[in-house]
């Protein structure tokens, strides 16, 4: 991947989305006696998507899968779209361009299965985390060297930001950028 393709992919994007389910998390589900369910999520991850809205970039989650935890934690993160249960993630994207009156080049996203692909095939720039299902790496335009559940969105929106000229601003809003 080259650093001037990147650049011109990521100048148009207004919109970060992200697939929970081996990105977010390492993909492992872990129900608990009373019917619920546990996942952990990198705060990596987490200060990534607050670096993304420091820098003007909107966020939200896509998955084929519906869990509170995922509601609590991108409301957590002041996400502003949160699509759960789509076993069609294209209708979920739709959805979300329409609310959003996006395009979709103006729209990143990264996951990590063969349910993904069909979002990669539209977006304006698309990754997969390191262990990503072989389809998803191929077709994405960029693969983090981080895996699933282990910051693989922080290096994705890190790269976002670099790449836009925007990652100072990012860091300025949290009092870090340069003196």
């Known amino acids: 991947m080259s650093s001037d393709a990147l650049a011109a992919r990521c100048q148009a994007l207004r919109l970060v989305l992200s697939d929970v389910d081996g990105v ?17 999520f990198h705060i990596k991850d987490g200060l990534g998507i607050v670096l993304a809205h420091r820098a003007g970039l909107r966020t939200g989650l896509v998955s084929g899968r519906s ?54 095939r539209e977006v304006g720039l698309s990754a997969a985390p390191a262990d990503a299902a072989y389809e998803a790496r191929a077709e994405a335009f960029m693969v983090t ?13 890190e790269a976002i930001l670099r790449a836009r000229g925007d990652w100072d601003r990012a860091l300025a809003g949290l009092g870090l950028g340069p003196s």
Request: charged content about 25%; glycine content about 10%.
């Open 24 to 40: 977010l998390t390492d993909g492992t589900l872990t129900f608990l006696p009373d019917g619920s369910e546990t996942k952990s």
């Open 67 to 120: 869990s509170e935890i995922v509601s609590r934690r991108a409301q957590e993160l002041g996400m502003s779209f949160v699509k759960q249960g789509f076993s069609d993630k294209r209708q979920a994207l739709g959805e979300i361009l329409q609310s959003a009156q996006l395009k979709p080049h103006e729209v990143a996203y990264i996951g990590d299965d063969l349910n993904d692909l069909v979002i990669f």
């Open 145 to 157: 060297d981080a895996r699933g559940g282990h910051g693989c969105l922080r290096e994705f929106i």
